[in-house]
């Protein structure tokens, strides 16, 4: 191999590599941009198949990723968030989602990559004020440096038109479809992008041939490297799903089948759906037109499959279960449900996903409030016993969740915004984990209480059992302000909150009454007045958590959040009858 062919190698493998730096970069910049608004797009997730196929081409087309769109909703699928026949729509969705790029690189901008990389350079490196402007300025640049890949491939490809070696190879591929759909593939396996490969596809198509007019390669031959394009994407969902639930599995294995069946389908087309295409694409010479045939090519051949394989969802679920027999293997209550490290580098997916967990290690926290109230009220050694294991738990996944909140941080895409919103989140979790806390200092006073058969009197227990009512309230409106980002929620709990400090001032008054009566026995004070203030302290921490959630929303409701599939809203939590002696 000669020092010239090494030098075309290496200079398209850079332009390459431009054309995939840039193009994840303007994906960060328009994720940055677009912030919580992906969330609305989210929100559309659970509705229909339809809705779920606009979502997922939104989605795709803000990412500019069919990849990072599918490994998102594998992750969703995993926590329960979604079911499997709302992902395949999704992924179908994401496929024509996707074809923005071809069609992008199709109109020639490549003659404005400088000028859209000067623009966006200013925005993004010399106007700091305002985040928006810099992640626009971000998103201009990335898209000037794209187009700077492509024009250094497509002039590094020009002097393969006079190579005979390669000639041969391009009229094999024509020749032999299958060649073209492996070597499609294999590309898209290695690249882990079909955007980048079928950039390259649109540049090769666009050389000219020995003609100086007709494309070295020919939509006809063009069309099978398309078709593997197409499947060799499906790895890194495939990857994605190592280790996840079956569901996950199914998932990927949806997404395969989606796009082999499409590629089985054209490929004994291919002289016909090449005439189609030509005919609804520009007219003009092979060379100047072919990029945008590509482009229509694979944007039609996505749109058909979706058509195709929206009504048989419901066969595919089942033949994916077939695929992939098994059922969901149960989890440690310490193990995390929703936590997906796969979709970091999307953080908006991400703090979805946590804020999710938090609510599930919060509901916890809200069964050991009920507990210690059935243990100290109702002298039930087993609520005690629940209490002390909950505990464990809680302060376990505590700490996952932290942890995983605290690598978004180490993220480039995460925003200044988010980084606040992951802040708060952390703060939260210590919250929900004091909570745990001190309802097993309860735990253990009923512990005590009972082993020396301490009583109180019914006016004591009556005040008790009032003051747990009041932090199980609190308790529940914290868990739904935080699926729900209401602010409005959230300030009230900042009024429960007032109501609970009076009522720990009223009790203790009232006991030193009931004292000065000789109705309590002075031993029992140290017990009662610890019980009540751990009870305000589990109220002051759900203030806490209001108080996050009044910051991270500006005061203002954000709407819901996506719910495991299949579940309701938080109800307010149960309320049991006292059950202590002599009530």
Known sequence: MNMEVVQMIMTLLGGLALFIFGMNMMSDGLQKSAGDKMRSILAMLTKNPILGVVAGALCTAVLQSSSATTVMVIGFVSAGLMKLPQAISIILGAN??????????????????????????????????????????????????????????????????NSPVFIDLMLQVQNVPVLGVLLGTIMTVVVQSSSATIAVLQNLAATAGPDGVSSIIGLEGALPILFGDNIGTTITAVLASIGASVAAKRTAAAHVIFNITGTLIFIWFIPYYAQFIEFISPKGAEVDVIARQIANAHLCFNLFNTILFIPLIGVLVIVVSKIVPGKELDRLPSEPIYLDYNVLERPFAAIHLA?????????MTLGMVISAQKAFIGNDAQEVK???DAEDTVNTLQEKIVNYLAAMFTKETTTEEQAAKISGLMHIASDIEHIGDHCKNIAEFADEKMKNSYEFSDEAYSEIYGCFDLAKRMTGDSIMALEEGDANLATNIRSLEAEMNLKEKELR???????????????????YTDVIHNIEKIGDYCNNIAEAIIDDTGGTASGPVMRPAGSESPEDPPTDPPAGSGN
């Open 386 to 388: 629940k209490v002390m």
């Open 96 to 161: 024509i989602g996707t074809t923005i790029t071809a069609q992008l690189i199709a109109f020639k901008i490549g003659d404005y990559a400088w000028a859209f990389v000067v623009v966006g350079f200013i925005l993004y490196f010399f106007i700091k004020r305002k985040e928006i402007v810099t992640y626009i300025g971000q998103t201009i640049f990335a898209f000037g440096v794209l187009f700077v890949g492509i024009n250094i491939m497509s002039d590094t490809m020009k002097p393969l038109a």
């Open 509 to 527: 008054k009232h006991h030193m009454v009931r004292l000065n009566q000789k109705k309590c026995s002075p031993e029992f004070t140290v017990i």
């Open 355 to 363: 804020t999710k967990e938090l609510s599930r290690l919060a509901q």
